[in-house]
């Protein structure tokens, strides 16, 4: 039996200092009111520049001034980011930094993967390729037949 989501995307941004842009909660909330992604599960992380690690879910923003922004922005389930998921990223995160970890849900896909289970097709391959490396893949076309016209 199928649950009929969409592919699910776990994503870590990190940020210099102790905050995380909150240009970013108002982003956040217009995908999902649009209906292009729906956000599962949220959590921030901070490491101090001494290295202590601070992880904090979404209903403890309420607190936190600093966080007001992401006061509301909808989540489904909470805790499915584990303790040792924050516990991999805070090793790598350097001291001095906060993390914004998200788990969403590419609802778009939702359409597309019924068609191909009633088409009786079957996914082979996903693979996600970072917007930078897109880009600069493009600029390296466009600069090689700049060169050849």
Do not use: N
């Amino acid at each position: 039996m199928t649950s009929g989501r969409g592919a699910v995307e776990f994503v870590v941004v990190g940020f210099a200092g102790t905050q995380v842009d909150p240009s970013l909660a108002r982003t956040l909330r217009e995908q999902v009111e649009k209906g292009v992604i729906r956000i599962i599960d949220l959590l921030f992380l901070q490491k101090d520049t001494e290295g202590k690690v601070r992880s904090f879910e979404l209903d403890e923003v309420d607190s936190d001034e600093a966080y007001a922004q992401f006061r509301g922005v909808p989540q489904t389930i909470d805790g499915l980011i584990s303790p040792d998921d924050v516990k991999d990223i805070s090793d790598e995160l350097p001291p001095g930094t906060t993390a914004l970890i998200v788990l969403f849900e590419h609802v778009w896909l939702r359409d597309l993967r019924a068609a191909v289970e009633a088409s009786g097709g079957r996914l082979l391959l996903s693979e996600r390729v970072p917007g930078e490396v897109v880009d600069a893949v493009a600029e390296a076309a466009e600069q090689a037949a700049a060169q050849t016209a």
